[in-house]
């Protein structure tokens, strides 16, 4: 079975860089037609895909956080991350990564999700 674990700070300061982590287990980041995406969540508001990194190492990012969001991976280590640069208050978000075998930014195909990690942007 597949299993994500997101980690990295629960508390960053307006104008700062986010950097989350997400360590995956039981299946490989390099397996074909795996898609790995972050996706986040503001207090009382829906879901929202920030972007994905996909089995080959090609990034896709919501037009709304391109400028902002930078993804990764270590296939070494079997970790993808999230740096979401100039960060403000509505960051504040549970952030989750999550697995699909699909290409696109469907949150209801995501078949694999982290348990998320809340992270507050407060000075």
Not at 3 to 27: A, F, H, I, M, N
Not at 45 to 60: F, H, P, Q, R, V
Not at 70 to 80: E, G, H, P
């Amino acid at each position: 079975q597949v299993q994500l674990q997101e980690s990295g700070p629960g508390l960053v300061k307006p104008s700062q860089t986010l950097s989350l982590t997400c360590t995956v287990s039981g299946g490989s980041i390099t397996t074909s037609y795996s898609y790995w995406s972050w996706i986040r969540q503001p207090p009382g508001k829906g879901l929202e895909w920030m972007g994905a990194i996909d089995y080959s190492g090609n990034t896709y990012y919501n037009p709304s956080l391109k400028s902002r969001a930078s993804i990764s991976r270590d296939t070494s280590k079997n970790q993808f991350t999230l740096q979401l640069s100039s960060v403000t208050p509505e960051d504040t978000a549970a952030y989750y990564c999550t697995r699909s075998i699909y290409k696109g930014s469907d949150t209801d195909l995501m078949g694999y999700w982290g348990q998320g990690t809340q992270v507050a942007v407060s000075s």
